[in-house]
């Protein structure tokens, strides 16, 4: 009896508390990236209008242009992840960020970098509605609220320091608005990283 129970209760693919804490690093340095693409250029806004010549509606652009497209493709990927494997859309949608970021951090025009912050904004719409999923596969429902401080720090933390990085880079010689855009790449490739080797759902 009490052997039938062992094998009941350590169901293949189940996760212990270890492995869910480890899967969970990954995800939140993902959700942290996310919530910094949109903090992070606030403060180097004035010095990229200036330096693109660009307008005071672009001006407004580079910060909607990524709102917009996170926004419509929140469903999008939810519904994704009922059709495919949620570690490979969760790893798309990092892919997709670092390819968003480059085109930003090079782009010779306004309309190149709205469109790079466009595109930057479809990654960061899988990633905030796949953060949300995956922990919701990993964790059985009555113990969700142990793991709900850590993305509420996450959202807390990315609020604060997002502008004061941002900030820094502006004003440090040689480095300048640009490199608000690669500061987040090495984080989303550690989060790649971090949930390849971490990360195992059940199928």
Known sequence: MTSSTSEIRETPGQMTHREILNALSGLLLAM??????????????????TDLNGSQSGYTWVVVATLLTMTASTPIWGKLADLFNKKVLVQSALVIYVIGSLIAATAPSMG?????????????????ALVQVVIASMVPPRERG??????????????????LIGGVLVDVPGLGWRSCFYVGI???ALAFVVLQKKLHLPV
Do not use: D, H
């Not at 942290?32 to 209008?49: D, G, K, Y």
């Not at 790079?116 to 905030?128: C, E, N, P, S, Y």
């Not at 142990?146 to 502008?163: C, D, E, H, Q």
């Open 146 to 163: 142990r793991y709900s401080g850590y993305i509420g720090a996450v959202f807390a933390i990315a609020t604060v320091s997002g502008p």
């Open 32 to 49: 942290f990236v996310a919530m910094l693409s949109s903090t992070v250029v606030s403060n180097a806004l004035p010095r990229i209008v």
């Open 186 to 188: 090495p984080i989303a």
């Open 112 to 128: 190149v970098l709205i469109g790079a912050r466009a595109f930057q904004g479809l990654g960061v719409g899988g990633l905030t």
